[in-house]
């Protein structure tokens, strides 16, 4: 492995430099930056002797200022148009000496746009955040039968016919998309993952009996997560013996908000910067992550993976026909309610009320999945482990020299 020695500015483009031998060359394409995970998984990569250049266009920070009607505007303009611009051009000027890009369905055209550009060059992999048309169909945004969803669907099956290889986020989603718009040309399953270091040293401990859990929401809540359930589980008025927090956002988060009222057992609030996000993960002894019906074939929820590593037990509204459900039976690590099923999640929150140490062995667990699987680190593993074989299989324009295995320290 290479060692880091900086992040440097190049004709307008954040670069990770490893040794300045660097075996393989690694373009990331995201229109939005920042998320913690997704900076942990590039500096991983670099730290394995790569050089890391991200394409985008618009930092997280940046890309949640953007409020109002002309804020949307810009929003999309940069999104769409000036990034569109800026992949195509990016794509087409560095593809005789690109091996390998990574480019994200963000937005959802992009993987499609720079397999075409570089057709022949290097490898180009599709790695698919959302599913599309289904994720505008399931927004209710558009309908099934529409050109647009016609459009989309097309650009979809181009991707995964074109890319040299496919990452799916869960097994199921990837059983899906490819039995409705045909096979990847190399299919590959990696999960999200999140960053476990800010909680690798504070495992769950047991609860004391006096002491109600606390059940967190926390990230977006959008038209693809269920709050119907919550909702009528409120509207009954029953006690439940637990505290809920919600540090969200989004049109679910809203209607939620507005139908339910005040309520003495909730709190609502907004997301939270980093620090005051990690201190309120570590509270939280159940994280609460749903995906309203039909959502299953197109979303994974990024933020159970968050939850595994800071200890917490999932509550998961959602069908049991899921990544998300196969997820938690697989590792004990919570339970799985059916959306509408209100006698299940109540019988689930007694448990949680009143069983504190079943409580606490389904945090140990998740706590243990979360770092032994799910961590960044490891999950940067199997991604290195893809760019090894695609290295190996000979591609026109990729550096077939193997990553060294040597020592290495990030100074950044």
């Not at 959008?222 to 637990?242: C, Q, S």
């Not at 620090?275 to 039909?294: D, E, F, N, R, S």
Request: aromatic letters at 8%; a positive charge.
């Amino acid at each position: 492995m290479g060692n880091i020695v900086g992040i440097v500015q190049l004709h307008g483009e954040r670069r990770l430099v490893s040794n300045p031998n660097h075996p393989l060359t690694i373009e990331v394409y995201n229109s939005v930056g920042g998320a913690a995970f997704f900076q942990r998984l590039l500096h991983e990569w670099a730290t394995a002797g790569s050089e890391v250049i991200p394409y985008q266009v618009l930092s997280e920070s940046a890309y949640r200022k953007h409020r109002g009607m002309l804020g949307c505007i810009a929003l999309r303009w940069h999104m769409y148009v000036g990034y569109t611009w800026t992949c195509w051009r990016g794509a087409r000027k560095r593809r005789a000496r690109s091996p390998v890009r990574v480019v994200t369905t963000n937005p959802f055209f992009t993987p499609a746009l720079v397999a075409r550009a570089t057709r022949g060059h290097g490898a180009t992999i599709n790695l698919l955040y959302d599913l599309y048309p289904e994720a505008l169909i399931q927004a209710g945004k558009i309908a099934p039968d529409s050109w647009v969803a016609r459009r989309c669907a097309a650009l979809t099956r181009s991707a995964l016919r074109e890319c040299t290889a496919t990452v799916f986020l869960g097994d199921r989603l990837r059983v899906y998309a490819e039995a409705t718009y045909g096979p990847a040309r190399r299919a590959v399953v990696i999960p999200v993952g999140a960053d476990g270091r800010p909680f690798k040293d504070t495992p769950p401990g047991l609860l004391p009996t006096e002491v109600r859990p606390q059940i967190l929401y926390s990230g977006l809540m959008g038209r693809m997560h269920d709050t119907d359930t919550i909702a009528a589980l409120w509207a009954e008025k029953e006690p439940n013996g637990v505290n809920w927090a919600f540090h969200a956002s989004g049109a679910g988060y809203a209607r939620l908000r507005q139908t339910s009222g005040m309520r003495a057992e909730v709190t609502w609030g907004a997301a939270l910067p980093e620090v005051a996000w990690q201190q309120a993960m570590k509270q939280a002894q159940v994280a609460l992550v749903t995906i309203a019906p039909g959502a299953e074939r197109v979303v994974m929820p990024s933020k159970t993976y968050s939850a595994l590593v800071a200890g917490q037990a999932i509550l998961a509204i959602c069908r049991r026909a899921s990544d998300l459900a196969d997820l938690i039976i697989q590792h004990d690590c919570g339970w799985v309610v059916e959306p509408g099923d209100l006698a299940g999640l109540k019988q689930v929150l007694n448990g949680i009320a009143q069983n504190p140490q079943e409580l606490w062995a389904k945090r140990r667990n998740a706590f243990e999945a979360g770092h032994q699987h799910y961590d960044t680190g490891v999950v940067a593993e199997t991604w290195i482990k893809l760019f090894k074989e695609l290295q190996s299989s000979n591609l026109p324009g990729i550096n077939t020299v193997k990553l060294p295995r040597v020592q290495s320290q990030v100074i950044l």
